[in-house]
């Protein structure tokens, strides 16, 4: 979720209103924002860096406000203001439209097919006769950041920038080139460097560094000339020096360059100042008044609702025919897709929290899943029996796994993940052993004997299954003491076996016999068979294992699949 | 620890002691009673607290005294007299060569005292060396009889301003002593009788302990521990949800498939394929095995053209919508894939309407802190039915969470891509004084729901929140690993009270 930072005094200049910070929050609630934190620039530099890098750092009070991830309209000051206005019936929405210059011809912008390998899409603009201050200037820098942030992906899919049309001349020329063809002074800096050299240089920028990826492997980049050969922009990396924009600047032209065409047609530019995209298309949407009564549990004439769309930025009115609303959605609203989406900001005008409640008269019987129902009852019995629960990660290391347990992880059927960011996720549990291994090494002070027990899924390849893998659901107890205890777990595992009403015989109930398994001391293993199939085993534990773990006592486990016994 | 017996050599002292406090007037000192008695004061204290334990045969009131005690070296003193007097009683008539008297213990410090007492002189020009010689023909070691004084308990009778100066020459020290002042107790007796600790089955057998007196319990120490075992508290909470959910009517899921192909957790939730959660930064992706190989062909067709074209009254997304991204397996990020297949197949069949509930782990790759890990437990509750209202997703919420014994909700606009609209739910944290997020709401949108096959006119409203939030709220966690993991606080299991989520 977005968070926009703005100037609190600014902010309720900007409303004509002043309000307390209880009063903000709750119109900030209703209209679907959070009043995030309320900070200033000394507290969060200090907050960062300590107090004596904050000194002489600005006290002006800061709103940090939550903006849902679909309102790209109200990345801004500007942007929250108007549409909190327009909520608040103090401004009616305002009306985007392409307008041709005054003098001349409207500028142009050629792509070339060469882009095609890299970065196919553009798109430009001009904003005309506009006047910044340090404050819209600021806003209109920070807005452009948040956008490349959010809708456009860190710049992936769209980059924008942003010119003084004074210092360049069209018709502009959007092309790709190899990087070493490349040389321009790029922003903020004082001599000119190919391309090649760009992308070594902000290998280590901060902030650019994060963006080199997107083309780098690319055999061409991206790159934008005026008439005269002045390079705009090389993106979605930098722009040149050129023809940056200042507190100066009077007319700003835009590109927006794109992998991704419905991106770059629907940014949300327009919002600051005045009008800018390509095509400012408002697109109409007929729906009925019974729909969104219906859909949100209400029961208000078709004008009212009329009147609650358009309190959101979506002029509507009643057609006269039937209960038929005609909505106009704004260019800057590309979220609203559906009917649905426009119910939504009609309950929302309405405000949820007065939506009457009532209860669905759905009538069903409800089912346990019986898996769980078999889990549910047999933890229950396992800790009367005097073993207690753990509960550890479905996702461990290579090692827990495999060479702890004197294993090779070939061997084990493990999923593995492609992209963990430790060791301890790196593959989904084929065991529940290592981690109630673990839960003991972190207990050791604990009086002993130690007696846990875990009821989980652990997760196999299965080449059966549409995913390839399948969870299998495990039961494991450890004993841990002085003695190895054998007979405890066995003990255990008759006991459950007398709460499955599983009887002690070789054919139809369950039996253990002696069987070797590199987990296990040499002649201490057996494997468990009910009802003539395999379903685990038990044993005492390697010493080498119990090592492995950080152990120092004798062990003795049971582990086996419970599945078998729904 | 008291002895059930006294032993034979206490059982003498106290039987002493009785019969001096029942002669005495008002009380007696165990210090006293120590030293008429020529035994250690320890063992004086070992018979008061016997006697105690027996009832109320005394009773015991804690004092404390000072006492001047002599040092190690004042109790050499006291025994052989002070330096100088054994300095002045080492010379005989003819004197004693300095270099002799210096070669004993006590020669330096006592000949420079006896030199300034003047019981002796030096003679340093005699014939062969230094020598000695007495000055007078007797002394007085005051010293040491001031020491015996002390020693006998009679330092009471020496002046301040002598003690002073003993305690500067460090031969006294003065010492605090705790003894006891006692008294006659309620059932006081010289003799003592015999308390038994326990009732026997000999007793009850031959009606013994009709005539046997018991030793009293102490009702202030903790029994001993159960010897059982214990449920783990995250996993009592499920319970209580489940329970919830059973009650409400709602059918558990099978949620038994942590491995899910992007399709099922993504795009059949109309969840476009370059959202921000599907990232690698957010999501664990497979190596092995890496993809998924088996669709709903037709509905897989579906979702693929309301994503890229829209349909179902939709604009979709309008993208290039790819069957190699669907393919991606992942550990699941929500439940909400389970409801998906769970819908998918509903729709398959004539629609009856459904309650759906699921309790299980869900996985993101995320940057860990103290309340979040790479797994958690997700809580979903999924209704399906004609007509269903955004009224009666409120409603429903407010039965759901009152059942948890909260009640005051109120609900918040949020964004979600496969819901529309979108609640967060908040409730009013006595606590804290503040509105706390409790979970996420909404009601599924058609894009999701109709590629599927549901009919038009049905609704699907749904709701979910994280199991381990409410379990360390409820338990008072403050460090999820405290809670999940081999990291867990054993002792914190063994010692947390059962789950009863009030309403």
């Known amino acids: 979720m977005p968070t926009v930072g703005v100037k609190r005094d600014l902010l309720f200049k900007a409303l004509g209103k002043t309000y307390t910070d209880e009063e903000f929050d709750e119109l900030c609630f209703e209209f679907g924002l959070e009043l995030d934190e309320i900070t200033s620039e000394r507290e969060i530099i200090s907050r960062e860096q300590g107090d004596s890098k904050a000194s002489g750092a600005s006290d002006v009070i800061l709103y940090k406000i939550d903006v849902p991830a679909n309102r790209y309209d109200l990345l801004c000051l500007e942007g929250l203001v108007r549409g909190l206005q327009v909520f608040k019936n103090k401004l009616e929405a305002p009306r985007y439209r392409r307008v041709s210059p005054v003098s001349g011809e409207p500028q142009k912008l050629f792509i070339t097919k060469e882009t095609a390998a890299v970065r196919p899409h553009a798109v430009a603009a001009v904003l005309r006769n506009i006047t910044f201050t340090q404050e819209r200037y600021d806003s209109f820098i920070e807005l452009q950041d948040k956008l490349h942030q959010n809708i456009c992906r860190k710049r992936s899919l769209v980059a924008i920038g942003t010119h003084d049309l004074d210092t360049i001349s069209g018709p502009f020329t959007y092309t790709a080139k190899p990087p070493g063809d490349i040389s321009f002074k790029p922003l903020n800096q004082t001599k000119e460097y190919t391309a090649t050299q760009l992308m070594s240089l902000y290998k280590t920028d901060s902030h650019l560094k994060h963006y080199l990826h997107i083309i780098e492997d690319k055999p061409v980049y991206p790159i934008i000339y005026d008439s005269n050969g002045v390079v705009l922009s090389m993106p979605p990396i930098i722009n040149g020096d050129h023809s940056k924009i200042t507190l100066k600047t009077k007319n700003v032209f835009v590109e927006c360059t794109a992998t991704d065409l419905t991106k770059v047609l629907l940014r949300g530019e327009p919002n600051m100042l005045s009008s800018c995209s390509l095509e400012l298309a408002y697109r109409k949407e007929k729906l009925s008044s019974e729909f969104i009564n219906q859909k949100v549990g209400i029961n208000e004439s078709t004008e009212k609702i009329a009147q609650l769309l358009t309190k959101m930025c979506l002029r509507s009115q009643a057609t006269g025919v039937g209960d038929e609303i005609e909505v106009e959605i704004p260019p800057t609203r590309s979220d609203v897709i559906h009917a649905c989406d426009i119910m939504e900001d009609a309950a929302m005008a309405y405000g949820f929290n007065n939506v009457p409640h009532t209860t669905p008269r759905t009538y069903t019987v409800a089912n346990q899943f019986p898996l769980n129902k078999l889990t549910e009852l047999l933890r229950q019995d396992l800790a009367a029996a005097g073993f207690t629960e753990a509960l550890n990660f479905a996702l461990c290391s290579e090692e827990d796994v495999a060479d702890k347990l004197g294993k090779k992880i070939s061997e084990t059927r493990a999923v593995h993940i492609s992209n963990p960011k430790t060791a301890e996720f790196q593959v989904a549990r084929t065991t529940l052993l290592p981690g109630l291994l673990k839960t003991i090494a972190s207990n050791r002070k604990m009086p002993l004997p130690l007696k846990l027990f875990e009821i989980s899924d652990v997760v196999l390849k299965d080449e059966t299954k549409d995913v390839g893998a399948r969870n299998s659901r495990r039961f494991c107890a450890v004993y841990y003491n002085k003695s190895p205890g054998f007979e405890v777990i066995h003990g255990l595992l008759d006991r459950t076996m007398e709460l499955l009403e599983v009887k002690s015989a070789r054919v139809d109930g369950y039996h253990i016999q002696a069987a070797e398994d590199s987990t296990f001391f040499p002649g201490r293993c057996a494997e468990i068979f009910a009802r003539g199939k395999s379903v685990g085993r038990l044993g005492v534990l390697h010493p080498d294992v119990i090592n492995r773990f950080e152990l120092t006592m004798p062990c003795s486990a049971l582990e086996m699949d419970i599945e078998p016994f729904l | ?503």
């Open chain 2, 1 to 503: 620890i008291l002895k059930n017996n006294l032993g034979m050599a206490d059982a003498g002292v106290a039987e002493t002691l009785l019969r001096r406090i029942e002669k005495a007037d008002g009380g007696v000192d165990s210090l006293e009673v120590a030293s008429s008695l020529g035994v250690d004061h320890q063992v004086v204290v070992g018979a008061v607290k016997s006697l105690q334990a027996l009832g109320d045969l005394i009773s015991a009131e804690q004092r404390s005294s000072k006492r001047w005690e002599l040092s190690e070296e004042g109790t050499e003193i006291a025994e052989q007299g002070s330096h100088e007097a054994r300095v002045f009683g080492s010379i005989p008539l003819d004197g004693l060569a300095q270099s002799e008297l210096m070669k004993l213990s006590f020669g330096k410090i006592g000949f420079s005292k006896a030199m300034s007492n003047k019981w002796i002189r030096l003679d340093k020009a005699h014939e062969g060396g230094p020598r000695i010689f007495r000055t007078v023909d007797s002394i007085q070691d005051q010293v040491r009889e001031k020491l015996v004084l002390v020693q006998k308990g009679s330092s009471s009778q020496l002046e301040e301003k002598d003690r002073n100066e003993l305690k500067k020459r460090k031969l006294l020290s003065e010492v605090t002593v705790k003894s006891y002042w006692i008294t006659k107790g309620s059932s006081f007796s010289t003799t003592i009788t015999k308390q038994e600790t326990e009732l026997t089955p000999d007793m009850i057998a031959n009606g013994s302990w009709k005539e046997k007196k018991f030793k009293p319990y102490n009702f202030e120490a903790m029994g001993v521990a159960p010897d059982c075992g214990h449920l783990h508290p995250l996993m009592k909470v499920r319970t209580q949800f489940r329970q919830i959910f059973l009650e409400m009517g709602f059918t558990e899921m099978p949620t038994n498939n942590f491995i899910e192909s992007s399709f099922w957790n993504f795009d059949s939730l109309f969840q476009p394929q370059q959202h921000p959660a599907r990232d690698a930064h957010d999501t664990f992706f497979l190596s092995d095995p890496a993809l998924a190989h088996e669709f709903p062909q037709d509905y897989l067709e579906r979702v693929k053209k309301v994503h890229s074209e829209g349909g179902f009254g939709s604009q979709g997304y309008k993208y290039d919508w790819k069957i190699e991204e669907a393919q991606k397996n992942i550990l699941r990020t929500h439940t909400t894939a389970v409801s998906a297949r769970m819908l998918y197949k509903l729709a398959q069949q004539k629609f009856t309407p459904v309650k759906y509930f699921s309790i299980d782990r869900v996985f993101r790759n995320e940057t860990l802190d103290a309340t979040h890990l790479a797994e958690f437990h997700q809580i979903e509750g999924v209704v399906a039915d004609y007509g269903l209202t955004l009224g009666d997703l409120i409603g429903i919420l407010h039965q759901f969470f009152t059942k948890l014994g909260i009640t005051k909700l109120r609900f918040k606009p949020a964004y979600n891509p496969y819901t529309e609209p979108s609640m967060e739910v908040f409730s009013y944290h006595e606590g804290l004084q503040k509105w706390v997020e409790v979970g996420n709401s909404g009601v599924f949108r058609p894009e999701m729901l109709l590629p599927m096959g549901l009919p038009e006119d049905v609704s699907v409203i749904a709701w979910g929140l994280s199991l381990e939030r409410p379990t360390m709220i409820k338990y008072g966690i403050n460090n999820i690993r405290e809670l999940v993991g081999h990291k867990v606080n054993l002792q914190m299991v063994y010692d947390s009270p059962m789950c009863r989520l009030e309403s």
